[in-house]
């Protein structure tokens, strides 16, 4: 069965840090991309950060450089480092795989919840 649990999120102050981490399993996770939505209270959710079977990046504009997405292929793991938070980063933090081709899916984990305080 496949399954994605995040971990690592909580509440920080503006200008805090916080790592998110998703921990896969049932899938093939070589294979997939795997990346991060958000949802900010009461807006739609937004991608954040994706990074390919071929571990190419690719970020939201409003990241400005703050966050980086990895991967570890071993561990089935996927991390989202997040630096200088901002209060409207806050939001429930989502990770997801998706595979094209044979065999294709996409998969969502429950969310971690991130909060920022000004």
């Known amino acids: 069965q496949a399954q994605l649990l995040e971990s690592g999120g909580g509440l920080v102050q503006a200008g805090g840090s916080l790592r998110l981490s998703c921990a896969a399993s049932?899938?093939?996770?070589?294979?997939?991309?795997m990346g991060w939505y958000r949802q900010p209270p009461g807006k739609q959710r937004e991608l954040v950060a994706v990074?390919?079977?071929?571990?190419?990046?690719n970020y939201a504009d409003f990241v400005e450089g703050r966050f980086t997405i990895s991967r570890d292929n071993a561990m089935h793991r996927v991390t989202l480092q997040m630096n200088s938070l901002k209060s409207e980063d806050t939001g429930v933090y989502y990770c997801?795989?998706?595979?094209?081709?044979?065999?294709?899916?996409?998969?969502w984990g429950q969310g971690t919840q991130v909060t920022v305080s000004s």
């Open positions: 997801y795989a998706r595979k094209k081709g044979l065999r294709p899916y996409e998969v």
């Open positions: 990074i390919t079977s071929s571990s190419v990046t």
């Open positions: 049932g899938i093939s996770f070589s294979m997939s991309d």
